[in-house]
């Protein structure tokens, strides 16, 4: 009897002992707390390399790595659902606690959602049949195609409809697009040089099969939430997100899928790579500029007849190759040397008031109604005395340049800002055009845009994507244009 009490005393002891340490029920010193629900559902749909069915049968790609890396770095867990974008996209805006990712980033779609990103970026393409024969130039020229195959509710088809489009054929996916015009249902598909030859191979078809007979535009891709979502969520994913290209992790995601190459040290001081940034870029705009002042004060100019300027202008665009020249009557109508005359007008955009009044405008950022890319404005009037009969103007390609300053300045982070507070140029080509107060406003990055713009030159400190970052800065007395070259500190 008394052994057993000794037993059941000393059993009890060491189990006091046990609690008080600590050990009872709760995991040993270091071991990572079991990962919480994050609460949301997370949405995607097939489209590789970004997000698709790996052979295993799961979810993989470039963006459902960053994804799943967000939630690893938050201690969270959550089911990824994989279905058509449609259907994920209209269940993200209308039910809260939602998401969707690989998401364009538009300002169509901007007060719809709340975003986290850039987590990539895709250029979109117009394809048809290879042996086709058919030939696009302009945007405006695919108005009159037949029919375009594109996703429902996608980027894409929101572009198009904006942009006055009345010939698509909407489908589930790009698989289905490509059948369509594979099969002769549609004239053109608007699919993305990102996985263009994927989707066909998929899909049964030679990838030679395809022809790109015209890239558009250059679309950064964001992780987009129910605008329900508390802001601290989309916070605390942000923050992951910028934690990720800090150390390194997002840059190594993209290699392993052959995106992008992990970022190079600048081969130039920032001193020197912001000089040949202004030098480069006002040059080119400055060319431009003085063949239109040219040709605006020709006989040609001055009739106002098109079939007389349209040579003028042919010429200029033929030394200018990424440039769309155009021509545009007072009350808006105008002609490219392309397509000729125009189905948009010009009365709403914001320069061309200030070309009526008699003064030229350069450097407005705009996506063009007539090529459907980011460009930026060279107007010039014509002039009969003091009166204005016309206007001769310029759409030059800001990616163009864009890529041309990425070949002579490997490995430098740049960027312009234009009057407006839009990108003009970024060596992250998906967000030209973005407006910088929409997307940055209240943050350092924001408040960094915000005091060059007033201040002109000189360098500032901001923090962005989890780093911390020295810019140098200059205003271009040509556009007005903020140049900046930056370095992370």
Known sequence: MIEKLLYCAVFVLFMLSVAACGCLGESPPGAAAPAEDSGLRIITEDFPPYNYINEDGNISGQSTDVVNGILERLNMKADIELMPWGDGYNIVLNEPGTALYSTGRTTEREPLFKWVGPIASYETVLYAKADSG??????????????????????????????????????????????????????????????????????????????????????????????????????????????????????????????????????????????????????????????????????????????????????????????????????????????????????????????????????????????????????????????????LGASVYLEGITEALKDELPGTVFYAVDKEGKFALNSDTGLISQEVMVNDGNTSFGRAVEYMLFTGEGSVEYESQGKNWNAEFRKSPLTGWIYAVAESA
């Open 134 to 391: 058919i030939e696009i130039d302009s945007l405006e020229a695919a108005k009159k195609a037949e029919s375009i195959a594109v996703v429902r509710d996608d980027s894409r088809q929101q572009f198009l409809t904006e942009n006055g489009f009345e010939n698509l054929i909407l489908c589930e996916d790009d698989t289905e697009c490509i059948r369509k015009l594979m099969d002769g249902e549609a004239v053109l598909w608007f699919g993305s040089s990102a996985n263009a030859e994927e989707i066909a191979f998929k899909a049964g078809y030679d990838p030679a099969a395809l022809s790109a007979v015209y890239p558009v535009r250059t679309v950064g891709l964001y992780i987009a939430f129910n605008p329900v979502v508390p802001d601290e969520t989309v916070l605390k994913w942000q923050d992951a997100l910028d934690s990720m290209k800090a150390d390194g992790t997002y840059d190594t995601i993209l290699a392993e899928y052959d995106l992008t190459e992990p970022g190079s040290a600048v081969e130039y001081g920032p001193e020197t790579a912001l000089f040949a940034l202004m030098s480069y870029c006002d040059g080119r705009i400055a060319s431009v500029q003085r063949g239109l002042e040219t040709a605006a004060v020709t006989f040609e100019a001055a009739s106002g007849d098109w079939q007389e300027i349209k040579p003028v202008l042919t010429e200029i665009e033929d030394n200018e190759p990424d440039a769309r020249m155009w021509y545009s009557y007072t009350n808006g109508t105008y002609y490219t040397v392309v397509d000729g005359l125009a189905s948009a007008n010009l009365m709403n955009r914001s320069y061309f008031p200030l070309v009526l009044s008699g003064q030229e405008s350069v450097g407005t950022v705009v996506v063009s109604y007539s090529t459907g890319k980011s460009t930026a404005i060279v107007a010039v009037p014509v002039k009969d005395g003091d009166d204005v009969t016309g206007v």
